[in-house]
């Protein structure tokens, strides 16, 4: 599956809780979203991440290993990666969260969906500004020595 299918979702997903633009200057309403809306979220966009990846042919497990597809995924094809950027991200929080558990906040901001993902011992990180960076500055923003980084101690 190529990430652009589905790729029109997101307006659609958040215009069923209420969060839609606002008029026509595309100004967008902003504010949280409730517990169940980021959930009911963060397992859509966990099952588009496992089918955009399972569709370059790479294993989606969810283990710090994957999340070298990520890189490989954004070197090989970086407009695929940008079109899924929100699932990439919520893929790579999702990972990091098997060694470092925590919980998701989603709200939409003036520039669209924020992602934050504060750990049980107090971190906090916003998976889609990494993935964002990774996209535009490159390699040297990896995914995989972000994500190791960041469970390596917390066992």
């Keep these: 599956m190529r990430a652009g299918v589905g790729?029109?979702?997101?307006?659609i997903f958040l215009a069923a809780f209420g969060i839609t633009s606002c008029n026509r200057s595309k100004?967008?309403?902003t504010g949280s979203l409730t517990e169940a809306q980021t959930i009911t979220l963060i397992t859509h966009h966990r099952k588009l991440a496992v089918k955009l990846l399972n569709g370059h042919g790479l294993a989606a497990d969810f283990s710090i290993g994957s999340i070298k597809g990520l890189d490989w995924m954004v070197d090989q094809d970086p407009e695929d990666a940008r079109r899924g950027a929100e699932w990439l991200a919520v893929y790579l929080g999702e990972a990091i969260?098997?060694?470092n558990p925590g919980s998701w906040n989603a709200r939409?901001?003036?520039?669209?969906?924020e992602l934050e993902l504060q750990f049980d011992n107090g971190g906090t990180v916003w998976p889609l500004q990494r993935v964002?960076?990774?996209i535009t500055q490159g390699s040297e923003n990896g995914l995989y020595g972000y994500a190791l980084s960041l469970t390596e101690h917390s066992q």
């Design 7 to 11: 790729i029109a979702v997101l307006p």
């Design 27 to 29: 100004k967008r309403s």
């Design 97 to 99: 969260r098997t060694k």
């Design 108 to 113: 939409v901001g003036r520039s669209g969906l």
């Design 132 to 134: 964002a960076k990774r």
